[in-house]
């Protein structure tokens, strides 16, 4: 983190002058300065905003998000403060929704929404797709469960997005470390086969999800593992240890996950080799044996 400071206190302790506060120091918001050139994360903008308030709001959104250590926040979005009063300013969002008792946590000083009031926000946000990802990312952060986001359902029944927010909540999944993870399940889920497992343990080795019962496993690749020679030496020898398990692993590549048909029949051919016999098999494939 790039430590965003309040220029009254650095001032007051010595720790800059005027003129040193003006020429190295870049101006955030209103007397929050960070150092010239400094590229901030979601987290630093959070403080920002946080120390902009004069530490009297609460955190919440993508900026609770992101102090929650949640990953792949966007560090280009605005700040999110809970606050009352206040007009707005550049660089954050206010929200003036009620936070009940049990909803505020503190965390390094700084109050911020509970993950569970956290994953309820962001999943109410439009875009069911991003909505997951973001509550994946969180709950794979904090462990947070969907029984903790259902008791403020019903706590703040009536509240807009609420339809999305079911549908997310029972899909979200902890287990998902990238943001194509969470995507490529959901091609699985929305194609209508079963929820796959995430992060299988076999041996020495994990599989990003997959089913069981059938040894097929499903795995995101990022770009390095098909650029990256040593990376790709580590992969070959990965999947033919899985294999000599019993393992049958199918690789997913970015370019793939805009052709999600592909993704669909290769996995129902994979697991009707295996021998399953669900009824969304034959429909993905058109009724052909493979």
Known sequence: MTTPFLGTEALAAGAVTVRTLSSRYHRVHRNVYVPNGSEMTAADRAVAAWLWSGRQSTLMGLSAAAIHRSK????????????????????????????????????????????????????????????VVRVDALANATGVQASSVELLLRRHAGVRGMRQLREVVELMDGGAE????????????????????????????????GYDEFKI??????????TDRRQHERDINRLAELLDRGWFIIRVSADMLRHRQVILQRTCRALRQAGAEWPVIPRILGDRVA
């Open 178 to 209: 990238s943001p194509q993870e969470t995507r490529t399940r959901l091609v699985l889920v929305d194609a209508g086969l079963p929820r796959p497992r995430t992060q299988i343990v076999v041996d020495d080795w994990r599989i990003d999800m």
């Open 217 to 226: 496993g499903i795995e995101y690749d990022g770009v390095q593992h098909w």
């Open 72 to 131: 792949w926040v966007d560090p280009t979005q605005p700040a999110e403060l809970y606050r009352r009063n206040g007009k707005p300013v550049d660089g954050i969002l206010i929200h003036r929704d009620e936070l009940s008792t049990g909803e505020v946590q503190s965390v390094a000083g700084m109050s911020v929404s509970t993950p569970a009031r956290t994953a309820f926000d962001l999943g109410r946000r439009r875009g069911r797709t991003l909505a």
